[in-house]
Structures are given as C-alpha cells and as structure tokens.
C-alpha cells in the first residue's frame, strides 16, 4: 500500500508573509538623504582666467558674507530675512526700475516672446564664514528663485511648478533662470 | 439535565511556542536592516544645517560621501579639535578628494557617470576655508554636480 505523503503544513505562512511585509516596511522607509542641489561651475585653469567678463553694475545682486557672518547685500548691511524679498525683486524687476537689472527677449514656448532678465547673483564668503549661514544664504536665494517660478506656474498654467509638466517646466525654468555664481571667496572684512 | 454540564476541571492550553522563531527572525531581520543603514561609521561630529529647499537624492548608487567635521572625542587626542576631512572609514586631506572622486567614478558603470551627485555632509559650525578648498578639488576633478546635505527647516 502506497504511503500518503502528509501535507506540508502551512500555518507558518502567514508568519513568512508578515516577515516579508515588515521587510519591505523597513527598507522602503529608510530616510532619504536631502539637501541643496548646485552646480558647481567648469574649473578653469587660473593663469587662463581672463577678466573679460563684463557685467554691467545694475545686472549683478551682490551677497557678501564676512567672517562674523553680516550680510552685505548691494553695498548696505542686511538682515537673511529680508533676502528672499530683495533677491526676488531683483531677478522679476516687475517696475522696469532703472537700477535692477535689464532685460531681454527671448522666444519662449508657451509664452511667446517674453522679456527674460539679465541678472546674476553674486555670492561671495570670507573663508571664515560659518558654514550654516552659507547654507541659510544660499538657501534663501534658491528659495527665491523657486517662489518666483512657482508663482509664474501658477498664474500661467493654474498649477504649482512641481506638478507641471516636463517642457512646461523647461520653459519656465528659461523665463527665471538660476544664475547664482559663487566666486571664490576672499577675504572680505 | 444540562447540556452544559461542567466536566469537571479545565486546563488552560498552554501558549503555542510554534512562533517563536519567527517573531525572533523579525526582529533579527530588523535589526540587520537597521543597522546597514550607514555605509560608514562616522568619525566627525556632524550637525546638517537646515534649509528649505530641499531636493532629494533619489539613486543612493550615484551618490558619493564627503563628511567634514570635528573629529569625535575618542579621535581627538589623535586629530585635533579642528574640523577634519573623511572619506569612506578614514580621514582624509584635501588632496586625497581628487583621487576618492576617481575612485569612485571607476566603480560605476559607465553610463551611470555622468549623472553621479556628491553629497557634502558638513557640519554647520565649519568654517567655509575647507568647504571652498573641497570645492575647488571637486571642480578639478570635474564632479560638477554636489548636494549640499541639510535638515528640513521646521517652521515655527
């Protein structure tokens, strides 16, 4: 007579399947690092370092951050707080003031021809600046940027600049382009 | 008659132990992944500054480490106090970061070189002499794109 072979037992599948779950739980929720993304700029060699690059005064925002970490913004003591607002005036120019930057038209899709600033900001350390205000500082700066395309998103497209659409996000990247330029840092008393 | 007559005395069933090794590979298995979190040991006291435009590094592979900071007490008789350089397990000088960039550009596939982020994790009370000095070798070594590794601000 043939022996039944007994059945396998699976009362402990329900056990592997939590086992599996809590796996996944775990591994998917490990935090993921974040932080400030830059570009920083192509090394040039200095001896090849021509200071032809004009820019004319009124088309740079100047940010200098000295060793007791003061902020200098365009020749007058700031506060960070205030930056966002300053930096975001510059770059949108709203009023055509006289004093902010120029600008220039450019062929945009989506917007047709549009006037496109030709501002840069310029952020420059003293070697003894404290880490954490060159983060706040930049991050300021980054933060305008972000709120000046945001706002454009919305009053174009009726929806936040992260739930766009690729190429309209292209084109409203090419409307505010992030132009922070970090030179190397001096010293800056 | 009842048909629900009390027979006699009833034993509690003792507790199954067959889960036993289950619950205890749970929790093995929880630790093991807990713990490989980091890919090194830190031997820099680091605190990320905090900021609000955060961006996300999505492709762990892509991403390299440079950790600047105070060296932890038990290093400290052996390093100083000064903010130190540590690549990978160890501490590292400015030069070395060209040949860690190198290194761990050869270890990835070609397609993916192109699109590797190094992550500075720098410790908010560091004087930016080291992090501009980091940053010229990552300019040489043309590691263009970095993250500045911070906290979510919270807004209070």
Known sequence: ?189 | MSKFKDTGKKEIPPISTASLPDIVFMLLFFFMVSTTMREVTYMVDITLPEATELSKLEKKSLVSYIYVGEPLKQYQSTFGVAPRIQLNDQFANVNDIQDYVIAEREARDEAERPMMITSLKVDENTKMGIVSDIKQELRKSAALHINYSSRQKVER
Do not use: C, H
């Open chain 1, 1 to 189: 007579m043939a022996k039944k072979i007994p059945e396998i037992p699976s009362a402990s599948l329900a056990d592997i399947a939590f086992m599996l779950l809590i796996f996944f739980l775990v591994t998917t929720t490990m935090d993921v690092d974040s932080g400030l993304e830059r570009r920083l700029p192509q090394w040039v060699d200095p001896e090849q370092l021509e200071d032809d690059q004009q820019i004319k005064e009124r088309n740079v925002f100047v940010v200098l951050v000295n060793r007791n970490n003061q902020l200098l913004v365009e020749g007058e003591y700031a506060q960070i707080d205030n930056l966002r607002e300053r930096a975001k005036e510059f770059m949108a120019n709203p009023t055509n003031d006289e004093s902010l930057p120029e600008k220039e038209p450019q062929q945009i899709p989506y917007f047709g021809e549009t006037m496109v600033t030709k501002g840069v900001i310029s952020l420059r350390n003293d070697l003894d600046t404290q880490y954490g205000t060159y983060i706040a500082v930049q991050n300021e700066l980054v933060a305008a940027i972000n709120e000046l395309r945001d706002e454009l998103a919305r009053d174009e497209f009726g929806e936040p600049y992260d739930e766009l659409e690729r190429d309209k996000q292209d084109a409203i990247r090419d409307v505010y382009p992030s132009r922070i330029s970090e030179a190397e840092p001096k010293k800056v008393d």
